[in-house]
């Protein structure tokens, strides 16, 4: 089992910056993808920005260009650094992730059918 912790989340204005992390309880030499989701009331779970095993990055339209996934060296917490955040960023953010199976590395994104979620940290951007 693996267990995620979110934290960073808070309260800025439009045009401000966060940064989430999402500490992993567990080695994590056995995940292939890890990614970031977010949630607005009212509308469905979307992807934010994925990170697989090899580095490579993948971003949603709306976000690109302002957003940066990157984990530590050990890779045991992935982050999202948020810049130029707008009111639309406000969301609940979680965490996920995806092991690498018998089989072969897969990444889900951006599909929610990740087997690994956060409990999530909320994002409230004012404009």
């Known amino acids: 089992q693996m267990y995620m912790v979110e934290s960073g989340g808070g309260s800025v204005q439009a045009g401000g910056a966060l940064r989430l992390s999402c500490n992993f309880t567990k080695y994590t030499s056995s995940v292939y993808c890890m990614a970031w989701f977010r949630q607005a009331p009212g509308k469905e779970r979307e992807g934010v920005a994925s990170i697989d095993s090899n580095g490579i990055t993948t971003y949603a339209d709306s976000v690109k260009g302002r957003f940066t996934i990157s984990t530590d060296n050990a890779k045991t917490i992935l982050y999202l650094q948020m810049n130029s955040l707008k009111p639309e960023d406000t969301a609940m953010y979680y965490c996920?992730?995806?092991?690498?199976?018998?089989?072969?590395?897969?990444?889900?994104?951006?599909?929610?059918?990740?087997?690994?979620w956060g409990q999530g940290t909320q994002v409230t951007v004012s404009s």
């Open positions: 996920v992730a995806e092991p690498l199976k018998i089989g072969g590395g897969y990444c889900p994104y951006p599909s929610t059918d990740f087997d690994y």
